[in-house]
């Protein structure tokens, strides 16, 4: 049986010096579409608009990658420093892309951490810039099974626990998953232990047009997204199941991607 490809976007490295600028993908998410039976195609980050139809039908799914913020700009939101964004080259192309996946093709579609919240973005929605110093614990939906304002902020961003035992990929939250929710029945439970690398969110009150929140942590930041109507595999989760591959409940968003862009043939 022929393998269905997933697309991947790239990072941008080193683009202040143009004879070292380069585009690249950590093995981590392409070793989770090959290791769910895919073939990971790495799509970098072309200067032309027009040559986008052409690649993506060579495709049959997508994974949108993680890396530094969207420019708040596109959203509305307010000045972040530069070092925070990541290059305008790869911010005008990522919108490209998913704007062209998510509105001129039914193609399946997975956000991971800033991917995710490139679904929200291409679709009308907007982001908490800063957790650490913008969310309020428990404002989330009350489907994180607390009251509001009684759970304390986690320490989502990776720097936030440098120096302690839940440092990189130790750390772990429980993710409550809406039930009968597309996510839920991917993973095969009503909650899961996830990573988290963010300092960003999607803001509960503007997911994107025709999104639905689907999962949250313990302060009620949006861990999950997807469409209200299931008409296609359209799926972003704030969190890095692909560090969490030899787990079975996060290996299987992967296996559901290339499962369901096994179908577009």
Not at 57 to 72: E, K
Request: net charge positive; glycine share 10%.
């Amino acid at each position: 049986m022929m393998r269905p490809v997933i697309g991947l976007n790239m990072s941008l490295q080193e683009m202040d010096d143009p004879f070292r600028a380069k585009a690249s993908c950590l093995l981590k998410y392409i070793d989770a579409i090959a290791g769910a039976g895919g073939i990971p195609l790495l799509v970098p980050p072309y200067s032309k608009r027009s040559m986008l139809e052409q690649a993506l039908s060579c495709m049959q799914g997508f994974c949108f990658i993680g890396g530094p913020d969207y420019d708040p700009s596109h959203y509305g939101g307010h000045a972040q420093p530069s070092s925070d964004l990541m290059d305008p080259r790869r911010h005008r192309f990522d919108l490209w892309l998913a704007e062209a996946l998510l509105k001129r093709t039914r193609k399946p579609v997975l956000g991971v951490c800033g991917g995710h919240q490139l679904v929200a973005l291409a679709l009308g929605g907007a982001l908490v810039q800063d957790l650490k110093s913008e969310w309020h614990a428990g404002v989330g939906a009350p489907a994180c099974g607390r009251p509001r304002g009684q759970a304390p902020t986690l320490p989502h961003a990776g720097d936030e626990r440098q120096g302690t035992p839940q440092e990189g990929n130790a750390f772990r939250h429980e993710v409550t998953l809406a039930p009968g929710s597309h996510i839920a029945r991917i993973i095969g439970s009503a909650t899961v232990a996830a990573n988290s690398f963010h300092h960003q969110a999607v803001r509960p009150e503007r997911l994107g047009k025709g999104l639905v929140a689907t999962a949250w942590a313990p302060d009620g930041v949006v861990e999950a997204i997807e469409p209200v109507r299931g008409t296609r595999f359209l799926l972003g989760v704030q969190w890095h199941p692909e560090r969490q591959t030899d787990e079975p409940a996060h290996r299987a968003i992967f296996e559901a991607l290339v499962a369901a862009a096994g179908k577009q043939r």
